[in-house]
């Protein structure tokens, strides 16, 4: 008989000795973090939680200048670079940016991005009279594509899914929400799954390598649509997790 559930024995080794509990994840704490279009709404917002949660952030921009006034707004300790500088400084590069720009940007920071963590969140979509759709890009997904430009970093996926909205609310306390991360080395993945929860209200979950980037990508046109129905931030949640 086969099933999709484990056994319920503890997880063993072969070397006899109990499995890494999935959920210890290292401290980041003193980690910085760089957020690329951190101007535009999706990376503002994630800057904001994460410079909140305490967390060293700098946002870049294409003009130093944008940066730097929107890292005013934000405060909490947030300071503004162009993307280029951000990148040098930070420990921790989100790609934020939007689709159009996705691959030129990355391409001119391959240099200042060796040997940086890199997570990708952007969503490959199209929108016409019927709404949000899906891109499917030449390389698979747009991490994919970031781990094609940018050989020699450690690219990972996370925080497609997160509302811009919900994310700026100073009102709002906790994001109800799960973020899922995507990577091909589990060091790296549990870093972004402990960036992700420093935020009070999320979870980082590990969803698979980067061929599998496709979906989670995807899967934001779906919320679009859910979204517009129901007049809603919504988000995701993994049961039984």
């Not at 401290?27 to 949660?53: C, E, H, I, M």
């Not at 060796?114 to 747009?142: M, Q």
Request: glycine residues 12%; proline residues 5%; hydrophobic residues 40%.
């Amino acid at each position: 008989m086969t099933s999709t559930d484990s056994a319920q024995q503890p997880t063993v080794t072969p070397a006899g000795t109990p499995a890494k509990d999935p959920w210890d994840l290292p401290d980041v704490s003193g980690l910085v973090v760089g957020v690329l279009g951190g101007t535009g709404p999706q990376g503002k917002g994630l800057a904001y939680r994460l410079a909140r949660a305490g967390q060293q952030v700098l946002i870049g921009s294409r003009a130093a200048e944008r940066a730097r006034a929107a890292a005013g707004e934000l405060g909490h300790g947030v300071e503004g670079f162009d993307n280029a500088e951000t990148a040098r400084r930070s420990d921790v590069v989100i790609v934020a940016v939007p689709w159009d720009g996705h691959g030129k940007t990355l391409e001119s920071l391959r240099g200042e991005l060796t040997g940086k963590l890199v997570v990708d969140c952007v969503n490959p979509l199209g929108f016409d009279k019927k709404g949000a759709y899906a891109i499917r890009p030449e390389e698979g997904s747009a991490a994919e594509q970031a781990a094609a430009l940018l050989p020699d970093s450690r690219v990972t996926a996370a925080f497609h899914h997160l509302s811009a909205v919900l994310l700026q609310d100073p009102e709002i306390a906790e994001i109800d929400t799960d973020v899922m991360v995507l990577g091909e080395e589990r060091a790296d993945v549990e870093i972004v799954q402990a960036l992700a929860g420093r935020i009070p209200g999320m979870r980082g979950i590990f969803a698979g390598r980067l061929r599998n980037a496709h979906q989670v990508e995807s899967l934001v046109a779906n919320l679009i649509s859910v979204n517009r129905r129901y007049k809603a931030h919504a988000g995701l949640r993994i049961t039984d997790v």
